[in-house]
Each structure stands twice: as structure tokens, then as C-alpha cells.
């Protein structure tokens, strides 16, 4: 039998086909559409619900508005110029003068082609426009920055802008201008794709190239070559950070060759964009081939070849005289960059008669001198109040408190807790979602005792916190932290573990206002995707008053907040009011400060600690504090986010009395200074007074870190917190100056230079620590201690600039082999070339200062026994001149100076030699005379 259906004919089969595969392709599209608009809006309500609880929606808002205008923006601007390309090729390219195509074996119809054509260079300005809209997204603090720009109040040098132009305007221009090159050559290839696809350039010969579609690619390029114009324009600026000359930013080269170069390249970019706007037949093509060629001419020989030639024949035969002014630029925008002409410079006398007494009259210093590192004290914490496998303390922090009436330096360190260290099997997700939720208290020691066996004494410790009073805690559960970086559930039907007492364990309920609420199905639906744990959404434990945390590092929150600051790197905890704080140094900074020579690895060279922010371990709460008003950075975003910031003014007092100077940005600043105290332009240029960071014996010889301490500066009249940095000459040992940073009060942020005589030289850090190694006593006492197996760790060597003088602390530390940790059971002290190695700090300074101080007992001259020869008078000069060798060998070992140190060493010899015979030539003529 015959079907009664219709049978189709193989072109309508093939027709059904194509509509089914382009069905099928609409729907995936449109489900990966549905996918990624579901978890954007996953994503954006989790940021939202984030914000919120902390009460800066406001935040989420402006950011997320001005995101989604700018990726608008951007869409349309890109994908707006890939198809004005498409668009202007319309009604341009005639008739296709071929009818197919071949490739090898392969022959495509010529409208199908064109179609194709059509269809991938649409497409193509549809992905050009998604990134272009991203990229402009990404822009968003920029843009921000831009309508919100304060003046710095500086100009720069070379052209009068003020700062702020290069700091607001400038990073906005250097990626808007390739982006719009890069846009327009977008536009000209795929115009000439399409007419390639047309046939146009199968023509033989270009006066037959279709006159229309000729003017359009030419204009292209005319337009290509405005935006060349406009490049060179903007490359004027980039001299500003040129690396070329002597000194950072623009030399004489720059100014005087490259500068004008650039002028001429503008001209010309804009003479062969006129040239391009008035080509419009394919039959001057040789003309503007000879303009374009005169233009790569001009750019080697007015940006290549001339700014060569008058460095070779200036500059380097009078570099100083020529590159003076523009040294002095560098210096001046350099030392603005980082704050370094806020030091103010004074001198230290360094005296040399210090004495016993004059050290003790500064007792708020003494008794408050560093002698446990970090490294030590983590290790003991660990061994007596870790008492659980998952509890670490994350880093020590220095800090100051008023205890008994007196101000103590005290390190420092918080109880956080890391779920991963559970037990395997106790892995569960009740266990590390709802159960072991958060640490539990800190410990404290001050800095400067120890007990009988060589161990910290705590301040506080034990589980409740328990210690001083001046250092209670009323709120001991650390929720947020450093190694918080899990998210964790509370106020759900599992009690939270709160912290071991002896075999059993304490639980406690959270009744803190932190977190998010996951009452609801949707919120659970909506975690659960974020978190990619479909467990929140099965979980019976949770409750309609549960929340969940997250974002819980301290850094990450911060982070979250204001996305722009640059963080320090060492967020640190305070006992304020009862509760765990952590305060997180943030800075502004820039890369476009014109002058300033950057960070080296970092790309900027201006920055600031503008911001405090503190976070509360308990209810994750943050609040940033404004620490440097005067910043223009800081009253941009302040003018963004006027919910943000608050005035430090605002800060608590007895937060406030714990904040300090960052050592992230100390650092920077220290690095820079070595160089850039240098002001007198041929003093910089010969590298005359450049400085070095000293060194020290420290698990092996490393560079000093710098060091917060408790002491009074010269000029005042009670010990405050400091930090601070030694400085030596570049290739020397000996100390030069120091530089401390003040922390407390009214003087926070100050900085202070203190410089020593020229003609005094002073014993530098690693030269005391020559002195250690070559104390005879010291010595034999390491060398017993290690016979015995032990372990002998010298901490770091601490500068006391106190009394006038400079004074060197360096405690000892001992590891048996069955000790787990090492006990603090020595220490040394130095003053000028004098050591001392006792017990305690202060029996170690009374031996120092009493060397040399008994008189020996008043003896009369012996007369030579029999066969004792008297010294010749040449002998003393002699013996003086060998030691004088001597040590000039020592010294020359010590800088590893094998050929001084031979010939000095063959001095000695030699001069040895001589007393050998002087003494041999006595004791004949003694004989003789005997």
C-alpha cells in the first residue's frame, strides 16, 4: 500500500532542518542567558544582603549604579563603532564582480559568502561591545574620581598642571585613547572585510577600486589618524615618568628633544589625516603613500634619531650642569610623593661618656625595651595556650597600655580558630558550619620580662581570659580575624563550642547583631548557590532566627568596602571597652604623581595612611576613620561615600591611644629616604650621602626590620610609642642616623631625622655584633652551650637612642634538644665598643657601664729579674703599629676585602719581624752591659 502523507522534496527537507538547528540554538542561548542572569542576581543579592547588615547599602548602590551606566556606555560606544563600520560598506560595494569563490577543492557562492560575512562581523561587534562594556565597568572608581577630582595644590614642572590632573584625569585619557584606536581599527578591518567578501579587492589594478568604498576606508584612516595625533598629545605626559635620565621623570633629553619631537608628530598626524580626508580616488593612492611614508620619517628622526644625538653631544659631556634642574624636580615631587617633606631633621649629639646612671634616670625607656621576638613568643603562646589542635595564634602584635599607673609595651596575639585542623573524622558540616564557629580570647606579655626558666610572663591568658585589669575582656569570642576565612552559621538548634574546660567543653549561643538572616527559603536557595552547598538548603538546624557569616577575614571586609585602598599587610588587634578590635591600616595611592619615582614592584609613587579601619571580632562591624584629612585622594572618596568615612575625631579615646604608625608605609618611606634626604641636586647626582638599611646577625646576617619601641626623644619631655629605623652609609658599617615615626597623640604621623656628626663615627649594628662575635667571654660561654646540644638564637639587635648615646640590646635564647621552645636566658648589651652578657637586662647594663672603672692597686716599678730583658723605646710604637694593621685586617675581612686584608696582614708581619729583632738587639746590649 501507498502512504496517504506528503513526501517532501529534499530542499524543504533541508529547510526543516536548518529551522530545527536554529530552534535548538535559540533555546540554549536563551537557557545560558536565564543561567547567567540567575547567578548575577545570585551574586549581587548575597553582596546586597552583605552591605546591608552592615549598613552600607549606600556603598552597594553608588557602586553598583555606576558600574551598570558604565558598561552601558561602553556597549554602546564600542559595539556603536564596529557597526558604523558594517553600516557605512551599504550601498558602497556594487555588484560582487566574482561569483564564487574557491579554496582549494572548496567553492562558495559569492552571495553566501557576503552573507556570512555579514553575520560573523555582526557578531563580532556584538562581543566587541560586551567587552568594551566590561572594560568600561571596570572603570568605575576612575569615573568616580574623575567627577569628584580635588586640586593637590602642586603643579607640576614641565607643563603647570596641577597634580590632580594627572592623579584624576590622566589614568582616565590613557585608557579611553587606546581603547578608541583599537575601536577604530575594529571598524576599519571589518569594512574591509566585507569588501573583500564583495570582490572589491579582486580588481587588477586600484584606479579600478570602487571609488566609494575607497573614500570610506579612507576617511578610516584619516580618523585613525587624528587619534594618532591626540596620542601624541597625551605621550608629552608620559616624560613626566620616564626612566631614562639620571633622576626619575623628564631629563634635559626629554624637555628639550623629545618634547618638541612630540609637537612635530602632532602636526604631522594631523597633516596625513588631511591628506586621508581629501583622498578620495583611488587614483592619488602613490600621493598618500608618500605622505604616510614622510610621516614614519619624521617619527625616527624627531623621536629616534635627534633626542640621541643631543644626548651623545649635550647632555653626557656636561650631564650635571645640563640634568640639575630636572634632578631637583625629581627630589622635590618625590619627597611629596611619600610624605617625606613632613621629616623634620635634626641632629644627635651621640655622646660618649654615657653612664650607668644616665641610663637609669630613663627608666620609662628601659624598663620597656623589646627582649622577646616574635618568633619565640608565638612558640611559647603555642606550647601553653593553644591547648587544642584547631586554635593558632595568627600574628604578635607591639602595642602600649596603661596598666598600674604606667605605661607598658606589650605584645600581643588573638586565640583564632581554623576548622580545618579538626580531627578528620570531626570534619563534619555541623561541626565546621554551625559548631566550632570562632576563637576564643588572646594572650599578652610584656615585652621586656621573663621568668627564672627564660618564658614569657603573661598579662593575660587562660580560657576566660584572665590577667591584668587594665586588659579585661568582657566579649573574648574572635568571630572575625585573621584566619576567619570560612563562612559559619549561628542561633541555630546546634550550640556553638565557646572554648575546653579541662575534659569537658563550654557552648555558648551567638548574641551578637552580625551577619545575614537565612530565614527564609529563598535566602537558603540563594546561599546555597553562592556557597555552592546544597547542605544550607537540606539542614534542619536551620532556624528563622538564624544568620550566617561570611566575608569574616578582617582584610576581606575592609576590602569589600572600599576596594581602592591599598591594605597594610598586618591588621592587629586591641582590648578596647571590654571587646576584641582589630584596626587595618589602609592607604591611598596612586602611580600618576608626576616626578615621583615609584615603589619598585608595586607601580605607585604617591601614597597615604588616610584611613583606620576597625572591625569588631565579635559583631564583624566596620568602621573607617579619616587619619589624614589633608589628603586629596581621601576627600574624593569621602565626597563618593560621604556614609563611609568617618573623622577620627570620632574614634573612641581609648581605641584611639592604640593606634601606630603602619610599618608597611614606615618602610616605604625609610627606602626612599636613604635617598632622597639627599636635596642638594650634585650631592644626589654623585650618590655622595647615600644610605643603607644596616644589617644584622639574626638567623644568619639579614637587613634590620624596623622596630616600634617605648622612648623619649631628645627634644621632649616624657618616653612615647615610636617607631623606628638605624641607617649606615652605603658600604660602610658604621651608623649615620635614624628616623622615627611618633605614634601617640596630638604627634601622631610626625616624623623625625636624627643626624650625627659628620666627623663622629659612630659603631654601626653589624660592627656591635663583630664586637659580640670577638668577646672572649660570650664566646666560650656559646661554645659550651652548644657542646651541650643546645641551640643558641640570637634575636634581633635593637638601636636605644637614649640619654644622648646610642646603646645596643640583643637577647639570647636557648633550645635543649628536648625543649620545645626556646627560653630567653641572656642578654647583651653594647655601647661603643664595650660588651656585656648576663641574666637580665639590667645586671647586663651595670656590667657595661662598671667595665673598667676599678682601679688597679698602685704597684712601684719591678726591676727586670734575671734573663728579663727590658723593653727597647721602639717597642711601644711598634706594638701600637700592629694592632693598627691588625685591626685594619679585621676591618677589611669584615667588608671581604681578601687583598687589603693580605696586605695588611703582611704589615703585621712585617712589623712583628722588627720588634723581634729590636727586642733581640736590647738583650745583647743588656748582656754586654750586664
Known sequence: MHSCGFSRKPGQEARVTRKKLWFVLGVVVVALALLAALRLSCRLLVDFWWYQALGYSSVFLRILLTKVWLWVVGFALSFGCVASGILLTRGRTGPAPVAFYRWGTMTVQAPLM???????????????????????????????????????????????????????????????????????????????????????????????????????????????????????????????????????GAGYTDAKARLPGYWIMILASLGVAVVAFATVRPSRIKAFMLVLAGWAGCAILFLGVMPSLVQWARVVPNELDMEKPYIENAISMTRLGYGLKEIRETSYPVVENLSYADVERERDTMSNIRLWDKRPLAQRYAQKQELRSYYNFSNIAVDRYRLDGENRQVMLSVRELQSGKLPKQAQTWVNTRLQYTHGYGLCASPVSEFTEEGYPVFLVKDFPPRGDPGMSIERPQVYYGNLTDDYVFVNTRTNEFDYPMGAKNQYTTYEGKGGVAVSGALSKLFFAWQFHDVKILLSEDLTAGSRILYRRSISERVARLAPYLLLDHDPYAVVSGGRIQWVQDAYTVSGYCPYSDPVRGQGFNYIRNSVKAVVDAYDGTVTLYVADPEDPLIRAYQSIFPALYRPISQMPEDLRAHIRYPRDMFDIQADKYRLYHMQDPRVFYNQEDLWQTPTEEYMGKRPMESYYITMRLPDSDKAEFLLMMPFTPKGRDNMIAWLAARCDGEHYGELVAFMFPKRKVVDGPQQVEGYIDQNSEISRQLTLWSQRGSQVIRGNLLVIPVAGGIL??????????????????????????????????????????????????????????????KAPAQAGPLVEQALSHYRSAQEALKQADWTQYGAQMQQVEKTLRKLKQALSEEGTRQKEEG
Open 808 to 869: 645596643y640590646v640583643e637577647p639570647l635564647y636557648i633550645q635543649a634538644e628536648a625543649a620545645p621552645v626556646p627560653q630567653l636566658k641572656r642578654v647583651i648589651t653594647a655601647y661603643g665598643e664595650k660588651v656585656a652578657m648576663k641574666a637580665t637586662l639590667k645586671e647586663s647594663l651595670r656590667a657595661l657601664f662598671e667595665q673598667g672603672l676599678e682601679a688597679p692597686p698602685a704597684q712601684r716599678p719591678a726591676r727586670p729579674t734575671p734573663g728579663e730583658v
Open 114 to 248: 557576503r552573507r556570512f560575512v555579514h553575520i560573523a562581523c555582526w557578531l563580532f561587534a556584538v562581543v566587541v561591545g560586551l567587552v568594551g562594556g566590561g572594560v568600561a565597568a571596570g572603570m568605575w572608581h576612575r569615573v568616580l574620581l574623575l567627577l569628584h577630582a580635588t586640586p593637590f595644590g602642586v603643579q607640576d614642572p614641565i607643563f603647570g598642571n596641577d597634580v590632580g590632573f594627572y592623579v584624576f584625569v590622566y589614568p582616565i585619557l590613557q585608557v579611553a585613547h587606546p581603547a578608541l584606536q583599537v575601536l577604530a581599527w575594529f571598524s576599519l578591518a571589518v569594512s574591509g572585510l566585507i569588501y573583500l567578501s564583495s570582490g572589491a579587492f579582486t580588481v587588477k589594478s586600484v584606479r579600478d577600486f570602487p571609488q566609494p568604498a575607497f573614500r570610506h576606508l579612507a576617511r578610516m584612516l584619516g580618523v585613525i589618524m587624528l587619534l594618532s595625533a591626540v596620542g601624541y598629545f597625551l605621550q608629552r605626559y608620559e616624560l613626566l615618568y620616564s626612566e631614562r635620565g639620571v633622576a626619575f
